[in-house]
């Protein structure tokens, strides 16, 4: 069996992308992605799983004429973003007979998106099944994994799921398999955190129903394939639950010292008292890398110096960030400093509406940190110590 198959009848068809290095203008790809695709093949039909961005479509075409198919009857699509959708016309053309399955709103998104005719649509209900012959797949409805209209496929026999974002990462690997797990493990958390955390508990309950069924194998439509289920699903219940770590998160910036010797300080402080800490220049920071600490942990520390009458334009965007990803985080303060006056804490105070994390009083310093401001960080670290120490 060649290495680019899940089983004898089951190919990967998709495409990787090497030097892809940002996702959606936002995200970092720091080791690029995949767009993965999958073709099964039925003893009486020829169904296609989703496709693969438009600037890759050569390579699934590729892909799919070293398999020298008939036909293609079925694109079975799972999500309408383009990084899956977005060769369905050019596979349209290539394969005319081919008809997409998917649900109604899907149906609607890719109507509107990559303006398919109506004649060309299945649309298929929760829980449906549709037979390939000697092969069954379940559709199973998995919204906001991380859009709408998300779904999954369920190949029963083999108990394969097909997850679509669902359980994915961005990892360019020549391997179809995961193969490295701490890798994977990774990468899985960076994509959980940036693109599944603001739905975390749609998710949870979404994976309530991928655990009511007997998989065995989880092939997501971005980074390598899950021969070991167990290990993606338990880092899901992981990430999912309500649980917090021991755990500090700064984002900061310094533009004249002041606000870092706060922050090295702080950072001494909790470290002393057993807590661990993340700091985030801003200035350097892979966003992602911030993300992926929000996942856990249970405070969050702003650090900023004013500018203008606010929070650096910099700090301000992290903290967007943040309120838009949704942490489970338990505890948020700020510490900085301000020249002649200004309104920082009310601006990023105003920034969190989506947080419910409690707000520990802020400190902020006139100029450089005196005596008074180091005692109020002792305070805050205390404080946080005491907190942590009730975390359930």
Same mark, same amino acid.
């Given at each position: ?14 495409? =990787? ?51 020298? %198919? ?10 309408? $973003? ?5 060769? &369905? ?10 008809? &997409? ?12 998106? %990559? ?33 709408? $209209? ?39 958390? =960076?994509?959980?955190? $940036? ?8 998710? =949870? ?84 890398? %911030? ?29 967007? %960030? ?12 700020? &510490? ?8 920082? &804490? ?6 969190i509406g989506n947080l419910t994390a409690e707000i520990l009083p802020p400190v902020i310093a006139k100029g450089y940190p005196k005596d008074a401001d180091f005692q109020a960080l002792v305070g805050l670290a205390d404080r946080i110590l005491e907190k942590h120490q009730h975390l359930s």
């Open positions: 069996m060649s290495s680019q198959q899940l089983t004898s009848d089951i190919f990967y068809v998709g495409a =990787r992308d090497w030097d892809r290095r940002l996702f959606d203008e936002l995200i970092p790809l720091p080791d690029g992605t995949t767009y993965n695709a999958y073709l099964i093949k039925g003893s009486e039909k020829i169904a296609l799983l989703d496709t693969v961005d438009p600037a890759k479509e050569q390579v699934l075409f590729s892909n799919l004429e070293k398999l020298n %198919l008939p036909r293609i009857d079925y694109v079975i699509s799972h999500h309408a $973003e383009q990084d899956h959708s977005g060769a &369905i016309p050019a596979v349209l053309k290539k394969y005319p007979m081919a008809n &997409i399955v998917t649900n109604p709103k899907c149906r609607m998104f890719l109507s509107e998106h %990559l303006l398919i005719p109506d004649e060309k649509f299945i649309v298929i209900k929760d829980r449906e099944t549709l037979s390939l012959g000697n092969k069954t797949l379940q559709f199973i409805f998995t919204p906001w994994v991380h859009w709408p $209209e998300t779904m999954s496929t369920f190949f029963i026999e083999d108990g394969i799921l097909f997850s679509c974002d669902f359980f994915g990462s961005h990892l360019s690997t020549s391997e179809v398999f995961s193969a490295d797990s701490a890798k994977v493990y990774s990468s899985a958390k =960076r994509y959980f955190a $940036e693109i599944m955390m603001p739905f975390r508990p749609i998710v =949870r309950q979404n994976l309530e129903k991928v655990k009511s069924l007997d998989v065995k194998m989880i092939a997501p439509s971005h980074g390598p394939v899950h021969r070991d289920p167990n290990f993606i699903i338990s880092a899901y219940e992981d990430w999912t639950s309500d649980r917090v770590k021991n755990e500090v998160v700064i984002p900061y910036v310094s533009m004249h010292g002041s606000t870092e010797t706060m922050v090295n300080y702080f950072v001494d402080l909790l470290t002393e008292r057993g807590v661990t800490v993340l700091p985030f220049n801003l200035s350097k920071t892979d966003i992602g890398e %911030l993300a992926m600490a929000l996942v856990d942990a249970a405070t969050v520390v702003i650090g900023s110096p004013t500018v203008i009458l606010g929070a650096h334009p910099v700090v301000a965007h992290a903290v967007f %960030l943040t309120n838009f990803l949704r942490p489970k985080t338990r505890y948020i303060s700020i &510490i900085g400093s301000y020249g002649w006056g200004g309104k920082m &804490i009310e601006q990023l105070s105003g920034m």
